[in-house]
């Protein structure tokens, strides 16, 4: 097996004033792993504090993040710029907690990113290394990604890239299929950097609606594949509320997948986890977690944030 290494980033959908607590409690996770020694299970946290959701509500009955006001307010005044170069400290709720997160921590933080160049010149004072920043799967426009991979260059932070939700092909054995070539063509964006991690979270597909989003893991080992990227899996965007009960289980059959040269397909998991304001009934709990960790950790090895998140 060339690499039996795994990396859990866990955490709510959103970050809110009433889950900071949890995500601290998901660091403190430990595993004993097979060498009989204690160690950390997690090795990042999702702290999202602006959502891209399908619409647009201002009356936040959706809930679009407890950053939403903050840009909207920048955005209608248009200084977006003026408040970054001018107030250091007039930051994103989200940011603030992220800082402090990762410096009580030490921990990478992960976050959805739908305005690169507005949203993480907030993050200049995180550490190398730190961030992940991943596409929301409604955007399939290679040149944000572009913008998100300029800011990650110098910080050695990752871009995580997932897949579009739409996809109306066949999976072929010597066909990439045009859902396959527009995930690995946003890489192409992502020039200057090596730190690319691709994200599978399922496809919008008529005939499979017991998933949120069904996933194919042949569209994953071919993409892996072609890129020589690490792939990472989502779980709650692909198995959702209907399969909740199941994400445990159907996650570790997931995790044992491997490519046709005989490793491991997924590097990683971006799972939803405690609880949130937005997607909550896809999420799994904090003792759920710990045994997803304690079950993988039987047959992957689980990666400690001492180490590097790809190599």
Same mark, same amino acid.
């Given at each position: 097996?060339?690499? %039996?290494?795994? @990396? ?10 009433? %889950? &900071? ?37 201002? @009356? ?7 950053? /939403? ?10 200084? *977006? ?10 930051? +994103? ?7 402090? /997160? &990762? ?10 990113? *739908? ?20 596409? +929301? ?10 913008? $998100?991979?300029?800011?990650?260059? !110098?910080?050695?932070? /990752? ?31 992502? =020039? ?10 399922? /496809? ?12 194919? #893991? ?29 994400? *445990? ?23 939803? =986890?405690?609880?949130?304001? @937005?997607? $909550?009934?896809? #999420?799994?709990? &904090? ?17 400690? +944030?001492?180490? !590097?998140?790809?190599?």
């Amino acid at each position: 097996m060339k690499n %039996n290494r795994l @990396s859990i980033i866990a955490g709510p959908c959103s970050i809110d004033e009433n %889950n &900071i607590e949890e995500i601290y409690e998901i660091a403190d996770l430990t595993i004993k792993n097979r060498n009989g020694n204690k160690q950390k299970a997690i090795y990042g946290v999702r702290i999202v504090g602006l959502k891209s959701r399908t619409e647009l509500d201002d @009356s936040n009955e959706k809930y679009m993040g407890m950053d /939403f006001e903050f840009y909207m307010r920048r955005i209608r005044l248009k200084n *977006v710029q003026t408040s970054i170069n001018e107030n250091v400290n007039d930051l +994103p709720p989200s940011v603030k907690i992220a800082q402090k /997160f &990762i410096s009580d921590t030490g921990l990478l933080v992960a976050t959805e990113i *739908v305005m690169p160049d507005i949203q993480i010149p907030f993050y200049s004072s995180i550490p190398d290394g730190k961030m992940l920043f991943w596409n +929301p799967a409604v955007n399939q426009l290679g040149w944000t990604v572009s913008q $998100t991979a300029k800011h990650c260059i !110098q910080k050695k932070w /990752f871009v995580g890239l997932k897949n579009g939700k739409w996809f109306n092909q066949k999976i072929e054995a010597d066909t990439v299929s045009s859902a396959e070539n527009t995930w690995l063509g946003l890489s192409t964006y992502a =020039t200057g950097t090596e730190n690319i991690v691709f994200i599978q979270r399922g /496809f919008d597909i008529e005939h499979e609606k017991q998933f949120r989003n069904y996933p194919i #893991h042949k569209a994953s080992a071919r993409v892996k594949q072609l890129s020589q990227k690490p792939m990472f899996f989502d779980p709650s965007h692909t198995f959702g509320q209907k399969l909740r009960d199941k994400i *445990v289980d159907l996650t570790i059959e997931a995790m044992m997948l491997q490519t046709g040269d005989g490793e491991y397909l997924y590097d990683g998991l971006l799972i939803e =986890t405690g609880n949130s304001k @937005s997607d $909550t009934n896809q #999420h799994i709990t &904090i003792a759920e977690l710990k045994e997803l960790a304690e079950r993988l950790d039987k047959f992957r090895d689980i990666n400690s +944030p001492n180490n !590097q998140l790809i190599r």
